[in-house]
């Protein structure tokens, strides 16, 4: 039998391995910002720790980014305040996984309904707001600032980690892929309650159709598949405790609510922990009425640059850590509506409208607004903001996002925001929440182990004291409106190419994704945070590098792309050991909204490494009328030879 040695070998041992290490501490520094990000940028260098003395694990070291998360009302009185009906929680709501209706506060401390605690959440991974990511090391740059390096780190996650790592780790790093098969499509006047343009930011469970009218029917359901953005959800679910919430039974409308008194507000926010603050769900006259969520982002620098998953232990190294932030807003219109179904399920719902978008850094929008979906159950009636009707029979489903639709005929406006520190950066958004802050944390830190070695184990890893570090490094570029047949000009020369990365979004305008913005800086879509531009399937797709062709067979079906170049790339043992393989995109979710175009270049002898190379990509796009934009990702080796125990470059 396989296991017998192992038998034997176990019973066999007579004492464990020594110790390497003596001690391991966990020390912590603040970036140099002073707790203002106005200039959606976060430094950190690294000379506090280069004089401690001890080894440093790079490779352990992550960042806590503070981040605050607002959905405010534009207006005041009914002019964009959030009320909500009775005894509704949309799905996105349920916290603890309880099945009770959760009842907020107000600014006045009465008890309100605690409906908007899921209209807002964020796009995959918390490392979206990095937009650019720059490393000097003893005064020489050895990380280039590569704009868009979240969405290269993000396919490396998505084409790395397992599953087991997403329920292991995805709530602590903001991890969850997107569900490829929920997405919809709307232009931009005849609108739908998710929003214009691609969306995938339903939150709701599937249910037959006829729960749904056919007039919001997504083009991802017609084609079969599922209705509602589990990854969202679960996102969603990962930052939404709140520590002022009550429990009203939902058997009983008019229950008296009691409090969970679980983990306090102030000690929570002595905790740093993640939680909603400053909900305001009233219609009273001269308030306006928000959501916060006060998050603490963990994001582990190896998934930002393949430098710090490669480092060894050092000492004595200083390092300036340069972050260009996402910081992101947007102004959002709802117009309300009541539908009447011939199956007596009625839909009240807001259609939303994008305004407008602010990412000062050009980059993604990290944050995602849910849709205004929701329905209810009875005869045809004008339902006031929000309301819904629960029914013993058939449940009343609702999207994240219902708490925020209008009454019939009237329109509301919303600000949404994403700031990095404990202040709100929009000044629409901090002037209409009353200049609403954190009393959570204020600045980002980074976080990472020093060791202290056993005297004979340092001295053998001494004996050999200059480390190579052998990394890769992104070049990335932009290929704007393509369609039709395409033959383009990546780079005039690169040396040592290991890959290139192409990944498509639809280009701004009405007659592409019908947004006035890049797809992925809509706060309806998850563009950006992993998915691309929906079903871009490309014919006669190849690479050539210095005039030779990267793919020996040019691709002219779906499936070469993903079962020749995609699957097992970054994965345990490229994916060819069934039962030890990871990474979270399979052929379903390639075709769509997962369309990465990726092919690895770094075959090639020794001597041919120092060359610089040309790099084209041809192909031709299917026929009607869109326009994309390709984000184009080059990959190439880089090395570092560096003195372990002073951390001089040699």
């Known amino acids: 039998m396989s296991c017998d040695k192992l038998v034997y070998d176990l019973s066999s041992e007579t004492e464990g391995s020594p110790n390497v290490f003596v001690r391991k501490d966990w020390l912590n520094i603040m970036d140099n910002q002073s707790q203002n ?32 998360l607002t959905f405010s009302g534009s207006g005041v009185g009914t002019n964009g305040v959030m009320t909500f009906g009775g005894d509704n929680y949309p799905t996105g709501l349920v916290t603890l996984g309880q099945t009770d209706t959760f009842v907020g506060h107000n600014s006045n401390g009465a008890a309100s309904n605690a409906g908007a605690s899921g209209v807002i959440g964020l796009k995959n991974w918390f490392g979206q707001i990095i937009h650019s990511f720059t490393v000097d090391y003893n005064g020489t740059t050895i990380i280039q600032q590569t704009p868009f390096i979240n969405m290269w780190n993000t396919f490396k996650l998505l084409t790395s980690l397992s599953w087991d790592d997403v329920r292991t780790q995805g709530a602590h790093i903001g991890f969850y892929p997107d569900t490829s098969t929920s997405w919809s499509f709307g232009d931009n006047t005849a609108s739908s309650p998710d929003g214009q343009g691609v969306c995938n930011n339903l939150t709701l469970p599937d249910w037959p159709s006829e729960f749904r009218p056919n007039s919001f029917t997504p083009v991802s359901s017609i084609l079969g598949q599922s209705s509602s953005n589990v990854g969202l959800l679960m996102r969603q679910r990962y930052t939404v405790y709140d520590p002022c919430a009550s429990v009203a039974a939902i058997a009983s409308t008019n229950a008296s609510p009691h409090s969970l008194n679980l983990l306090p507000l102030g000690t929570t926010q002595q905790m740093w922990q993640n939680y909603i603050t400053g909900r305001i769900g009233t219609a009273t006259a001269g308030e306006r009425g928000y959501v916060q969520h006060v998050i603490l982002a963990t994001v582990y620098l190896k998934h930002i640059h393949s430098f710090f998953d490669r480092i060894p232990l050092l000492k004595g190294v200083y390092m300036k850590m340069t972050m260009n932030l996402n910081n992101a807003s947007a102004t959002i219109s709802t117009t309300g509506m009541t539908v009447a179904t011939a199956t007596g399920v009625e839909a009240v719902a807001g259609k939303l409208f994008l305004t407008s978008v602010s990412v000062p850094v050009g980059g993604v929008c990290p944050f995602m607004v849910a849709s205004a979906y929701a329905s209810g159950v009875g005869a045809a009636a004008t339902y006031a903001p929000g309301d819904l009707i629960l029914s013993q029979y058939i449940p009343a489903l609702s999207s994240g996002g219902a708490p925020i639709c209008a009454a019939a005929s009237s329109t509301l406006g919303y600000y949404a925001d994403l700031s990095v520190g404990g202040k709100i950066l929009s000044p629409l958004a901090n002037a209409a929440t009353g200049g609403a802050a954190s009393s959570g944390a204020q600045s980002v830190l980074m976080y990472i182990p020093a060791y202290t070695f056993n005297p004979p184990f340092e001295q053998a890893y001494l004996s050999s004291p200059v480390k190579t570090i052998k990394y890769s490094d992104v070049y990335q570029y932009q290929v704007d409106s393509v369609s039709g047949v395409f033959n383009r000009l990546i780079t005039n020369g690169i040396a040592n190419i290991k890959s290139i990365l192409v990944i498509p979004f639809l280009s701004p305008g009405v007659t592409n994704n019908h947004l006035p913005v890049a797809q992925y800086q809509s706060p309806f879509d998850s563009a950006g945070g992993g998915t691309t531009a929906p079903m871009v399937q490309i014919n006669n797709f190849n690479v050539q590098v210095s005039g030779q062709n990267a793919i020996y067979n040019t691709e002219r079906y779906t499936f070469e792309q993903y079962h020749n170049q995609t699957h097992g790339q970054n994965s345990v043992n490229g994916g060819l050991t069934d039962g030890l393989t990871s990474a979270l995109i399979n052929f379903r979710d390639w075709q769509s909204l997962y369309c990465y175009y990726y092919v690895n270049l770094e075959r090639m ?29 080059i990959e190439h080796g880089a090395q570092l030879k560096v003195d372990a125990l002073t951390g001089a470059r040699v």
């Open 37 to 68: 990000y106005t200039s959606n940028q976060s430094i950190i260098d690294t000379s506090q720790l280069s004089n401690s003395n001890k080894w440093m694990s790079y490779r352990e070291a992550y960042l806590q980014i503070p981040l605050l």
């Open 605 to 633: 002898l020794p001597v041919e490494q120092l060359v610089p190379k040309s790099v084209f990509i041809q192909g031709q796009l299917p026929p009607g009328g869109k326009l994309y934009d390709f984000y184009v990702f």
